[in-house]
Structures are given as structure tokens and as C-alpha cells.
């Protein structure tokens, strides 16, 4: 009975100061642009229908958080010469620590030099993250380039988040 009582309080206590933070918080809505280089590893991903993947590794820079580092992956569909990437993941860290959780999807088109591709139709969605952005939201577009012969590219998220701020 007194385990009950004692995890009751404890459940109260973090409930007050969860909400205290929010109190002291504002959520904003504002833009977000994330530029980086990466570099993608094709190959076997047995989580995808496909059975065939990338992992997708790099760093960026944001006016809004800074800079960052990435990793993440997406499934990848090859209906040559276009490719079809879905049910990408990315982890974003920030230098604070903190994370922001991105899916994405888009196609890879060739741009008739070599095995230089871009994104096309590419869209990515915030659906949260970690500390300042545990309830962070928001999307927009993904633009993007790969030389597909060496893994590297660059990546550009542009789009709106919303997450609660300090005051």
C-alpha cells in the first residue's frame, strides 16, 4: 500500500513539472532549413519490402539548430534508371543533444552526367524527436545529390517546424 502511495505522489510530482515546462514554454511554428553533405551505403535491408537499402550518414549546418549531425536510411526500389526511395528514417542531433526524428521520401533521377542523380518529388515530415523537440512536427521538401558511383551527396531540408520554445 505504501509502494501505491509513493508512486502515486511520483507520478503527480512529474506530472506538475512536465507541465511547469510547457507553462514556461511557447510552441512556435517557424521555418527550417537544413543543409549537409552525406554519404549513402547501399545494400542488402532486410526490413524493407525490397530486401535492398541505404544507410545515410552526414553533418549540416541550420540557422535554427545549429550545427547537426545525421544518420538514418530508407528502402530502396530501382526501376531503372529512376530510383524510388521510401520509408527513409532520419535521426537528427543537434550540438545540444538533442534529437529530431525525420521520414522521408522522394526519387532519385538521373541527370545524364554519369552516376549523378538529384531528388525529385522528395518530402520529408517531422514526427519528433527528443528534449526541446519531444513534440516537434512539421515537414517539407527534400532536395538532394548523388554521385550513386561514390555514395556522396548533398542533402537540403526546407520546410516549417513546430516545437515548444523557451520563453
Known sequence: MQNTIWRLMAGTALSLVTLASQAASTYKTVP??????????????????????????????????????????????ASYPIFESSRGQLIILTTGGDQIFVTYSGQMVPTGDGANYVCSGGTFQIVGGTALYKNASGGGTLDCAEDLATGLGTLKLTGRISYFAPR
Request: proline residues 4%.
Open 32 to 77: 527550417v532549413e537544413i543543409t549537409g553533405v552525406v554519404k549513402e551505403t547501399a545494400g542488402p535491408a532486410l526490413r524493407c519490402p525490397t530486401k535492398f537499402g541505404g544507410t545515410v550518414t552526414g553533418y549540416g549546418d541550420s540557422e535554427l539548430i545549429g550545427r547537426n549531425v545525421f544518420v538514418g536510411g530508407d528502402c530502396i526500389k
